[in-house]
């Protein structure tokens, strides 16, 4: 069976520091990978997505960025983190072969505080 | 673009209420129509999806139906349990970004004994 991992669970950060949050999925190949965004009295916002090792999309013009440096594994980063850089920050996967109809599946999450 | 609108909570409901959460979608295409919850503390897990029109979802007790003719996929479950209280998104998929979520706000459940 497939499983998702995301750490650190929770994170508090001054302003200005920089971020790195690690997601990993294991069981399947191959799989497209997304950050999702959840902030404080906003829906669900897509960051970022990969189709593929290297190939990351940004939906959001922002200070973050992403990496996938292997296969199952997706990092988000920040140089420098804002105060509005705070929220719910969810991975999740999906098989990349069922195209509209695909389940994505979510990981746990990161809660992120900036202060 | 594509958008999802869906009603504002937080909704409560007495236990073995009636529910539901409406919910509209803006899209091009044909996409598949999806609910999520999110129960307190958790990451988002899949309820119901489906793929085309007059497709119903359901699971737990739950159910949606994909209805073209008024771009809605309203969530209803006829008896609701204090378990149930979580958040619940309504989503579809873009034509682009990867086949990504587009999700709706989210609507805050809180189910009272």
């Known amino acids: 069976s497939q499983t998702i991992h995301q750490w650190p669970a929770t994170l508090v950060q001054p302003v200005g520091s920089p971020l790195s949050l690690e997601c990993t999925v294991e069981?399947?190949?191959?799989?497209?990978l997304y950050w999702y965004r959840q902030a404080a009295g906003r829906g669900l916002q897509l960051l970022f997505y990969s189709v593929g090792i290297g190939q990351i999309s940004s939906e959001v013009p922002q200070n973050l960025s992403a990496s996938r440096p292997q296969d199952r594994q997706f990092i988000l980063s920040s140089k420098k983190l804002l105060l509005s850089d705070s929220g719910f920050y969810l991975c999740a996967w999906s098989r990349g072969t069922g195209g509209m109809e695909e389940t994505q599946y979510f990981g746990p999450g990161t809660r992120l505080l900036v202060l | 673009g594509d958008s999802v609108t869906q009603m504002e909570g937080p909704v409560t409901l007495s236990e073995e209420a009636f529910l539901t959460i409406n919910c509209t979608y803006t899209?091009?295409?044909?996409?598949?129509l999806f609910w999520y919850v999110q129960y307190p503390g958790e990451g988002l897990q899949l309820l119901l999806k489906?793929?085309?029109?007059?497709d119903k979802g359901s699971n737990k007790g739950f159910e949606a139906t994909y209805r073209k003719e008024t771009t809605s996929f309203h969530l209803e479950k006829g008896s609701v349990q204090v378990s149930d209280s979580a958040v619940y998104f309504c989503a579809l998929t873009s034509t682009n970004s990867g086949y990504a979520l587009n999700f709706g706000k989210g609507t805050s459940l809180l189910v009272t004994p």
């Open positions: 899209a091009t295409g044909y996409p598949s």
């Open positions: 489906a793929t085309k029109a007059d």
């Open positions: 069981g399947t190949s191959n799989p497209n």
